[in-house]
């Protein structure tokens, strides 16, 4: 694992709201370990598109930095786009609602890292089974090692990308609205609304009556996480 810091190149480098920059890349690690959907900006024919994607994360992985690994249709375009291309690739975590005194002071409390690189395509069948592994756990921790190996034709139908963690950032803004002094004097309630995610229990599906939810799902869905 990398102990490179983060923003190592000058277009990672954080430059408006320099003091919400976190330059720790363990930090990077676990806002990776902790999200679910990933946006992908990547060029395509004559205009940019910027797409949500599960993924996955070996912060071990063969690439410099580490790997996040993204996965798709062979006939995505935006996946053919993106092998040999640099792609942006950003994750961001919603902590709270910063309600300020003023509109102009109304901001978010959040964690965003972004990931600037090459994809290159996964064609190793060993690195592809586990890096569609890790895009399963995820999800749901422990899950792949429950389900059946991927088909000939699943296999041929899903291509897969890895991006190195190498050139990133991390901006994090947590705690109370910043208001100008006369705001604050004026009298008017400020504060923050906490966001958190929230998952139910489980409902099985029409065609699995009968069988027990499995424990990988059930801790799931009770918030747990290996560390």
């Given at each position: ?32 370990a ?10 395509v ?6 797409l ?26 935006w ?6 291309a ?14 300020a ?6 901001s ?12 290159r ?41 890895a ?65």
């Open positions: 694992m990398t102990t490179l810091p983060l923003q190592p190149t000058p277009r990672t480098t954080v430059v408006r709201g320099r003091h919400r920059a976190v330059e720790e890349r363990a930090a990077l690690h676990a806002l990776l902790e999200a679910l959907v990933a946006h992908v900006g990547v060029v024919g004559d205009h940019a598109v910027v949500p994607s599960a993924f996955g994360v070996d912060p071990d992985g063969p690439d410099e930095g580490g790997t996040l690994y993204l996965h798709g249709s062979v006939a995505a375009r996946l053919t786009a993106a092998v040999g640099t792609v942006c690739v950003t994750v961001t975590e919603l902590d709270g609602l910063v309600a005194r003023s509109g102009f002071h109304h978010m409390n959040y964690r965003s890292g972004v990931v600037i690189g090459v994809a395509e996964v064609l190793d069948p060993d690195e592809r089974a586990r890096a569609l592994d890790l895009v399963v756990d995820q999800m749901v921790p422990g899950r792949s090692a429950t389900l059946r190996p991927p088909t000939r034709k699943e296999l041929a139908a899903t291509a897969v990308l991006v190195p963690l190498v050139e990133a950032s991390l901006k994090v803004r947590s705690g109370d609205p910043v208001d100008d002094e006369a705001d604050v004097e004026g009298g008017l309630w400020a504060g923050v609304v906490p966001v958190r995610r929230v998952l139910d229990a489980p409902l099985t599906a029409a065609d699995a009556g009968g069988v027990p939810v499995p424990p990988d799902v059930r801790a799931r869905a009770a918030g747990e996480r290996p560390q």
